[in-house]
């Protein structure tokens, strides 16, 4: 099933902006979901994962104590909160599920091909 991320926008250094993911009018999967990034020039890496079975989520240490990843079932929305933002977090988000599990036993995953949605662009000016 693909994600959606949304929310995406310009911000300042410093700043703080929330991001969504939903599943195209149907439930969450009762899988985890992992957030991904990319930033301009360089490939797609995972920055956190949040299970399905508890809710608890582990991060990058990148986004440590700066991201905080939601997730409310019955409105079918994973949230990224992220604040004390910098320059370097400049690039497209996205959210994805990992098929094979529904607990993150890092915030690293391998997802499928075909499960990549669309992703949101946070620009973070200096």
């Known amino acids: 099933v693909q994600l959606q991320a949304s929310g995406g926008g310009l911000v300042q250094r410093g700043g703080s902006i929330r991001l969504s993911c939903t599943a195209s009018g149907s439930t969450l999967p009762d899988r985890a979901i992992g957030w991904f990034r990319q930033a301009p020039d360089a490939g797609r890496e995972p920055i956190s994962c949040?299970?399905?079975?508890?809710?608890?989520?582990v991060y990058a240490e990148t986004v440590k104590g700066r991201f905080t990843v939601s997730r409310d079932n019955s409105k079918a929305t994973v949230h990224l909160q992220m604040n004390s933002l910098k320059p370097e977090d400049t690039a497209v988000y996205y959210c994805i599920v990992d098929r094979a599990r529904d607990y993150c036993a890092d915030y690293k995953f391998i997802p499928s091909m075909d499960d990549w949605g669309q992703g949101t662009l946070v620009t973070v000016s200096s």
């Open positions: 949040i299970s399905a079975r508890d809710g608890r989520a």
